[in-house]
């Protein structure tokens, strides 16, 4: 597999002492070898070392996938923790991340199946990053405009618009206005050994 060259910049460094071993934990306790892991996320074997030993940065959406292969949240992979099982979520305990050019907030509980976050996209951000893996997407524009290619369509969405898709579908997420796009987005947590994550010329575009 060809491995991803010039990725974003992911997690800041101060944070990946505690994402690398996690994600090494989480993956041994799913009973995954490194390669079986990768395969199921579209990385190399090597590539996922590197995160595992604090020498490669995650984007977003690679802790994304790395999230729904074991069955769990970006939030436990970053090591944040939030009340078990509190429905409420105050905007004050709630503070911004970043990971590949994104920023994100984490407003769902922990332990559900179903991860909710608010995001702000830059415009450019990652704009050739296609998706696909199981489970269900669902998102809301909530400022700016955003570019929703699923499949060989692409569509413009405003503020108030809303999409909700199968995951499978290859999709990407863009910003088309210049100060970025802010949107909600939910996605279901699901274990699968079809999951698969393209990351830009690095993996085949199906469909696309």
Do not use: K
């Amino acid at each position: 597999m060809t491995e991803l060259l010039d990725e974003p910049p992911g997690i800041p460094p101060e944070d990946l002492s505690t994402v690398a071993p996690r994600l090494r934990d989480l993956r041994r306790h799913s009973g995954l070898t490194l390669e079986a892991a990768a395969r199921r996320v579209g990385l190399s074997p090597a590539h996922l070392s590197r995160l595992e030993t604090n020498r490669r940065q995650p984007s977003l959406p690679m802790l994304l996938a790395l999230a729904r292969t074991y069955g769990t949240t970006v939030s436990d992979l970053l090591g944040e923790t939030a009340p078990e099982r509190d429905p409420i979520l105050r905007a004050n305990r709630t503070e911004p991340s970043g990971a590949g050019g994104w920023t994100y907030w984490t407003v769902g509980g922990a332990g559900r199946a179903m991860q909710a976050l608010r995001l702000h996209v830059p415009q450019r951000a990652q704009g050739d990053l296609v998706r696909v893996h199981p489970g269900e997407e669902w998102l809301y524009v909530l400022n700016g405009q955003l570019r929703l290619t699923l499949g060989e369509a692409v569509h413009l969405l405003d503020p108030g618009d809303a999409a909700h898709f199968d995951s499978l579908t290859p999709h990407r997420i863009a910003a088309a206005s210049p100060g970025g796009t802010d949107l909600l987005f939910v996605h279901t947590l699901m274990q699968s050994g079809t999951a698969e994550l393209c990351l830009g010329d690095a993996a085949p575009r199906r469909g696309l």
